[in-house]
DNA sequence: TCACAAACGATCAATATCGATCATATTGCA
DNA sequence: TGCAATATGATCGATATTGATCGTTTGTGA
């Protein structure tokens, strides 16, 4: 066996296990010790993977972020008092009893602050929104079935008999990438995927999205503006985007960020 | 067993629950009480847990009791290292890369302490599980979609035409209240229908029963013996119970007891 | 307070892993 | 083919990790 293959399998398997002994390479590559350590000594050096006694480990030093206490770590801080504010006003429409739907994303998640005190059946195909709400919250939770998707924190099956057919809301919370005179786009055809599926099981679509998204495009639309009952943003927001709104028949909400920030900070602290 | 591995396998253990006995890191792992003292001892220097008397503790000091701090509070403690044993064979019974399907419960959920250096693709309907894997491995996890029923701690729709349907797998893994003559029993309504989704998505059917399940009955039976593939269970399992089980053609494991363990029963005898 | 058991820390022998070296096999090239 | 360069495998002393066994400390309950 070659070197260059030798270091595939080995790359591969430490990608697969946190952690791969040299024995276990041994027997993968039907090679000797010796090979094995040099390999490990070469790829260790090109910062391949992380050399320790015994054997390898993946090198990738975040290891378990992304899920639960810091759902989405890396935009959580983005303009998060303005996300909060929009999922407050969005929860403000939602009245106890009234079922509801929450597409997994980062401003959606927010909702779930405001949810703490409610008893809703919620459906959402995001994992963290739905572990949040077990712990935190009294609503009635329910989830899409399929593979949880590590990455963009959903979950998402492949075929189309899944239990979302069966569930219906009266209205669907749903956040995007841009949003245009052309409609919702997305950035992910995965996230694609996913709201295309819940977009049909509620009465009103209810879309999430800071001012800074109306100035962002994408390639991916997702339905047109028609589609769209209410879009709750920011005031940030400019006056022809609003025209825009209004002349497809959008309602708009414009979420203040006002000293009510300060009640959410504390309220988390 | 190496010492990342440990590492890993003891910090999942101290989130799952806040602290952790120096003898259950030994049940887990398999190795002699001063290393894990010594591991424990690296890893409170990192800082990655804190060291307590008898054992170690979850870093994090604000631990929110829901869900995931104590799955199954009430049963988690009984029997706890003899559910481990069980649930260590089960997995060892697996292959990398071969899905398998773990239906939720108090001593299935101990498997997960084991496959966290594995990887393969399970299918679940308990959320403790979906959520642990999760964040403790690497492995491709599917979830069953519904509404989450907290007490019971497993995911249900009341349609047959969910995802479980499209996932088929080598092994089934659950475990039972009762496992008698006329076969595998439950007393929870909604565990019978949860199970009975799953049990015809595998090949095989493997039952994790500690042996007291062997002298207890219940309402509502699942299905006969005859269609248990393997049951694994403690060396508490009497003759008879062992020839009933011959008889019908099911494997039968039986998890060796750690020196721990013997001490225990020795106490209590 | 005292006795007792559990938990701990230190030590040491056994084992596993490592690094270096050398012999052998394979490859590339003239 | 012959030769050099490189890769590989084997061996062995050095080093690190592990498990067992002390004596000591800590916590518990009479």
Sequence with gaps: MHEKERHRIILSAVQEKPVVTVQEMVDLT???????????AALHVQKRLRRVRGGAEAISPPQFIGLAGRPF??????????KRAIAREAVELCKDGEPIIINGGTTTFQM?????????????NSFPIAEHLLKHSKNTVMLSGGTIYREQNIILSP??????RNFYARRMFMGAQGL?????????PLLIQAEQKLIDQADELVVLVDSSKFRKR????????SRIATVITDDGIEDREA????????????ARKTASNKEESSLQA
């Design 159 to 164: 075929f189309d008999n899944d239990v979302t």
């Design 30 to 40: 039907d090679s000797s010790e010796a090979t094995i350590r040099r390999d490990i």
């Design 218 to 225: 994408s390639s991916l639309i997702l339905c047109g503006l």
């Design 180 to 188: 245009g005179p052309l409609g919702l786009m997305e950035g992910d």
């Design 112 to 124: 779930v602050h405001f949810l703490t005190g409610r008893r809703m059946p919620i459906f959402t």
């Design 73 to 82: 770590s890396v935009n959580e801080t983005l303009n998060a008092a303005q």
């Design 243 to 254: 025209k825009m709104l209004e002349t497809a028949g959008v309602a708009l909400i414009v």
